[in-house]
Nanobody, 115 residues
């Protein structure tokens, strides 16, 4: 069973940047599509960005041009670089391996964008 551990969340001012990391407990390079999701209070968990095992990426419209997902297969790590952060980006961010319905989830990391 894959274990995922997120890090890098915190408090940042609007316009600032953060980089989230997701460390996997086993080799993920040729196995899983990976993704970042977020859940704000009172809202459903929703996709932010995904990256396939082959490196193809997908971004939610709300983050296109501001966020970038990448993976380092040698280190079993997936990253989410978040730039030009807005208050509406405030949420708990979750790492996922293998898809929303049947995949594995990390414990989440809080991102708060506030002045």
């Amino acid at each position: 069973q894959v274990q995922l551990v997120e890090s890098g969340g915190g408090l940042v001012q609007p316009g600032g940047s953060l980089r989230l990391s997701c460390a996997a407990s086993e080799r993920i390079s040729s196995i899983y599509d990976m993704g970042w999701y977020r859940q704000a209070p009172g809202k459903q968990r929703a996709v932010v960005a995904r990256i396939t095992s082959g490196g193809s990426t997908y971004y939610a419209d709300a983050v296109k041009g501001r966020f970038a997902i990448s993976r380092d297969n040698a280190w079993n790590t997936v990253y989410l670089q978040m730039n030009s952060l807005k208050p509406e980006d405030t949420a708990v961010y979750y790492c996922n391996a293998g898809g929303y319905d049947n995949g594995y989830w990390g414990q989440g990391t809080q991102v708060t964008v506030s002045s």
